[in-house]
């Protein structure tokens, strides 16, 4: 079987543009991956997510493993012919899910013990167990387990938390073994604390990863307080090996990510968004809900390629959002990841030409003009 590796093409600053190569195919960077929670995209078919320029989606380890099941999703062919898509999938590892979403949570050196937010039943996740959840699933990129706290911790909080995530982090690089077309990315932890940062990455380089996360951020923080760790954080990690920021983002955080130097993005933001009535656009969101939209003939971005803008106006879509229809849903979302995916080429394509500066510059002065003035 073909390996994972991963090609830098092009840099512009710190930015960079690349290919991950996995045996199910290719993943141009800077990358966003939709989020399907539960081997699903909310409102989306496989293949529409596929027309609007993603290369790889992202699984949930937790929701997966209390249902269905990794045990029967392996039985049932594994994720990818679950869910219908033959690219690459990247699961992550349950950790923050548990921390999160789960209650009764018990926290040892062992793993964690919690009650699930489902059913109220008993689980244990640990670093092993992780590893052999994402092997029955069958995803291509698998996630260390780690622990993120959430923010605001105290600094003595932050440490022990990311010392249990390294000491996690070699239990899963064990755990995983050697499984050829397959990669295992480690989690740098350490809040907003530099020095935990540093010793985090360090921990994480001494062991040897596939490709390396930054976790314990968008918990809260601040756009400011994020950048100003993504102004070292990738810096701290191997330059030959892909650089993932985890749960991000809003446009605007992925376009500042991308300029410090990550690869790989995901967040639920664009589908979930979709499904509330956000429509975000080059000209800045759109809340299709607001009555001043119900007799505008005119589509959410005239610039946009999408199905939601080159076949509806802004009054049918604010109409079958109004009455609770299934296509809004629909619409919306494509049109949204669609956006996200456009953003992403953008920046792939001004990377490769030397010009990522005029492109943020434009992206920012675009949304600087706001909406569509009404008619």
């Given at each position: ?10 840099t ?37 997510v ?137 989690i ?14 360090a ?12 976790g ?10 994020m ?35 990550v ?43 999408c ?69």
């Amino acid at each position: 079987m073909a390996g994972f590796s991963f090609t830098l093409n092009a840099t512009d600053g710190k930015a960079r543009g690349g290919v991950i190569s996995t045996p199910r195919g290719e993943i141009r960077t800077p990358a966003f991956m939709p989020v399907g929670t539960a081997a699903t995209v909310k409102a989306m078919l496989p293949e529409s997510v596929r027309a609007t320029g993603a290369d790889i989606l992202l699984g949930n380890t937790y929701h997966l493993m209390l249902r269905p099941g990794a045990e029967r999703v392996a039985r049932l062919g594994g994720l990818h012919r679950f869910m219908n898509w033959d690219r690459p999938i990247l699961t992550d590892s349950g950790g923050f899910q548990v921390m999160s979403l789960a209650s009764l949570r018990k926290l040892t050196e062992d793993g964690v013990t919690f009650a699930s937010h489902v059913d109220g039943s008993r689980h244990m996740l640990s670093p092993e167990t992780s590893m052999e959840i994402q092997r029955l699933l069958g995803s291509d990129i698998v996630m260390a387990f780690d622990e993120c706290p959430a923010l605001p911790a105290t600094p003595e909080r932050q440490a022990e938390a990311m010392r249990l995530s390294m000491r996690w982090a070699q239990r899963s690089r064990d755990a995983f073994g050697d499984r050829p077309g397959h990669a295992l990315f480690g989690i740098m932890q350490g809040g907003v604390l530099r020095d935990l940062r540093e010793e985090s990455a360090a921990a994480l380089r001494g062991i040897g990863f596939d490709g390396y996360a930054i976790g314990g951020l968008a918990v809260g923080e601040g756009q400011a307080a994020m950048f100003e760790v993504l102004d070292y954080a990738p810096d701290l990690l191997p330059a030959d090996r892909p650089r993932y920021l985890m749960g991000v983002g809003k446009p605007d955080d992925i376009v500042g990510a991308v300029q410090r130097g990550v690869d790989m993005m995901d967040c639920v933001l664009p589908s979930r968004s979709g499904r509330t009535g956000q429509a975000f656009t080059r000209h800045g969101v759109v809340n299709i809900k607001n009555a001043r939209h119900a007799d505008d003939s005119r589509p959410l971005d005239p610039d946009c390629s999408c199905p939601a803008c080159t076949g509806y106006s802004r009054g049918y879509l604010h109409h079958v959002y109004r009455s609770g229809e299934i296509i809004a849903s629909m619409l919306m979302t494509w049109h949204n990841l669609h956006y996200f995916q456009e953003i992403m080429q953008g920046m792939r394509d001004a990377i490769a030409a030397g010009r990522l500066d005029d492109w943020v510059a434009d992206f920012h002065a675009g949304r600087a003009q706001g909406d569509l003035p009404p008619l």
